[in-house]
């Protein structure tokens, strides 16, 4: 049985090589870490069961054959995850929280990241604060879906979801 995982980076977002190596490892990573299960009947332990598929043990016993696809959009990648999960393929989506490279114009500040303010002081007309929500960046956080990761599962389930991707 050929058994493999496919992770499906976003093109579109113009990621740097390192974040996307780092998105594709957590999608990785996710699909096994969301089929485990705190074992409950251990009080102040830290054992947790894990659930897997039959493809999933067969792909941690042998080569861990993975292959990385690019797909330009957001909706794409949402119809190919609404896919696996419909013949329960195990999957999981990546969602990044916006802290080093996706950023968007702070609503507060309209992307300022100062506020004038009139002053009375014959010096200076206007006196200027930092935007509090933003810190005086003009940018703020905005969670971005990057990536998924389909199996490990049979090849030729996955090659029906995914057969038409370009390698990245």
């Known amino acids: 049985m050929n058994i493999k995982q496919i992770i499906i980076m976003r093109t579109d977002l113009n990621m740097r090589k390192g974040k996307m190596i780092a998105q594709g490892a957590h999608a990785s990573m996710k699909v096994f870490l969301d089929r485990m299960q705190f074992n409950k009947e251990k009080i102040n ?6 659930k897997l598929t039959n493809g999933m043990h067969i792909w ?9 696809f690019g797909i330009n959009s957001l909706e794409k990648l949402m119809r190919l995850k609404e896919k696996a999960d419909e013949v329960k393929i195990p999957n999981a989506l990546i969602k990044d929280n916006g802290l080093t ?23 200076a007309l206007f006196t200027y ?17 990057t990536c998924l ?4 599962d049979e090849s030729e ?11 990245l």
């Open 101 to 123: 490279e996706f950023k968007e114009k702070c609503p507060e500040c309209s992307g300022y990241g100062k506020f004038s303010s009139l002053m009375t002081s014959p010096t």
């Open 45 to 50: 332990s830290y054992e947790y069961d894990l």
């Open 157 to 167: 389930k996955i090659d029906k979801i995914t057969g038409d991707l370009q390698l």
């Open 149 to 152: 990761a389909i199996g490990p």
């Open 129 to 145: 604060y930092e935007c509090l929500k933003c810190k005086g960046t003009g940018k703020i956080n905005k969670p971005t879906i």
């Open 60 to 68: 941690i016993e042998n080569n861990f054959t993975k292959i990385v």
